[in-house]
């Protein structure tokens, strides 16, 4: 765990958290959901058409610690059985 610390105490992780590879990745895998648009009303269509910008923006906030997602929320869905669920809504 030490060697993923800096000296400075922060973690070395973000870096490779937010390699171009990383962000791409989690990109088709959100792409493949094709949930609906989160709380900030985007929606896959809409990310897409700047892909590039939108990476390089959301990179950038990871990078420097700037990156404050908005917060889920939470709904309940009925289950077959019976009774419900709660079933978290967040955003990219």
Known sequence: MASQIS????SCL???IASTHNLRLAWLKVK???DSPGLDRVNLRMFARDLAENLVR???LLLRDWYLPLPATGVQISKESRGTRP???FTF
């Open 7 to 10: 000296k400075a105490g922060e």
């Open 14 to 16: 973000m870096p490779k």
């Open 32 to 34: 493949e959901a094709k």
């Open 58 to 60: 959301i990179q950038k």
């Open 87 to 89: 079933l978290g809504i």
